[in-house]
C-alpha cells in the first residue's frame, strides 16, 4: 500500500508559479499512474492531470492545459506538478492520487473513484 503527502503549496501572486511534490512511500510510484485533482471553496474535486507509464503522454484539464505540466522522478518517488501563470481560479487544495491501474483507459483518467490511494492536499492560494 502506497502513501502520499503532497507538499509545495502556498500563496502566490496572479502570474506566478509554484511546483508541487507528491512523494510517495510504502511503495514505489513507478508502478502507478498518478493523478492531481483539487478542490476549491464550494466545489467538487475535480481532476487536473494524470501521468501513466513509460512512454505515455499525461493528460490534462482543458482549464489548465499550457500552463501546468506532470513529470516523475523515479530516483525520488516523486511526481509534481508544475503550475506557471497561476490565476485565482486556481485557488484550491491539491490533492496526488495513485490508481494501480497504470494502463486505464484515457477517458476515465479524471473520475475520482479509479484511484485507490489519496494524499492529504496541499492549498494553494493565488492572490495578490
Known amino acids: 500500500q502506497v502513501q502520499l503527502v503532497e507538499s509545495g503549496g502556498g500563496l502566490v501572486q496572479p502570474g506566478g508559479s509554484l511546483r508541487l511534490s507528491c512523494v510517495g512511500s510504502?511503495?514505489?510510484?513507478?508502478?502507478?499512474?498518478i493523478g492531481w485533482f483539487r478542490q476549491a471553496p464550494g466545489k467538487e474535486r475535480e481532476g487536473v492531470s494524470r501521468i501513466g507509464g513509460p512512454g505515455r503522454n499525461p493528460y490534462y484539464a482543458d482549464s489548465i492545459k499550457g500552463r501546468f505540466t506532470t513529470s516523475r522522478d523515479n530516483a525520488k518517488n516523486t511526481v509534481y506538478l508544475q503550475m506557471n501563470n497561476l490565476n485565482s481560479a486556481d485557488t484550491a487544495v491539491y490533492y496526488c492520487?495513485?490508481?494501480?491501474?497504470?494502463?486505464?483507459?484515457?477517458?476515465?483518467?479524471?473520475?475520482?473513484?479509479?484511484?485507490?490511494?489519496w494524499g492529504q492536499g496541499t492549498q494553494v492560494t493565488v492572490s495578490s
Open positions: 510504502g511503495d514505489s510510484l513507478d508502478g502507478y499512474a
Open positions: 492520487a495513485a490508481d494501480p491501474d497504470i494502463l486505464r483507459l484515457s477517458r476515465l483518467w479524471a473520475q475520482r473513484s479509479i484511484y485507490d490511494y
